[in-house]
């Protein structure tokens, strides 16, 4: 099992800045390509980035392009989203995400097999 506990969600205003933390347990974390994915009430489980194993690989949601970082800290057990520039549109619960089967796309979440509970980030305008 892979246990993944994500931190530092909270509320901010349209154009502030957050960065999230997903830690996991477990000795093989950089043999997994970690996704974060986001939720708003009514909505559907989002695609937000992908990072590989290595870290040498990213992949973004067009909607935070130029705005959001993936990264990652294998010695730590930890991966990193870093959002910059944050609009209202970004109010959801984020979910990191560890993939466990390459049948799927990077944004399908049918590809992961652990997921942690979920942060709760809140844009005002």
């Known amino acids: 099992q892979v246990q993944l506990v994500e931190s530092g969600g909270g509320l901010v205003q349209a154009g502030g800045s957050l960065r999230l933390s997903c830690a996991a347990s477990?000795?093989?974390?950089?043999?997994?390509?970690m996704g974060w994915f986001r939720q708003a009430p009514g909505k559907e489980r989002e695609f937000v980035s992908v990072?590989?194993?290595?870290?040498?690989?990213?992949y973004y949601a067009d909607s935070v392009k130029g705005r959001f970082t993936i990264s990652r800290d294998n010695a730590k057990n930890t991966v990193y989203l870093q959002m910059n520039s944050l609009k209202p549109e970004d109010t959801a619960v984020y979910y990191c995400a560890a993939q466990g089967r390459s049948y799927y796309r990077d944004n399908d979440p049918r590809g992961y097999n652990y997921w942690g509970q979920g942060t709760q980030v809140t844009v005002s305008s």
């Open positions: 477990g000795r093989t974390f950089s043999s997994y390509s």
């Open positions: 990072i590989s194993g290595s870290g040498g690989i990213t």
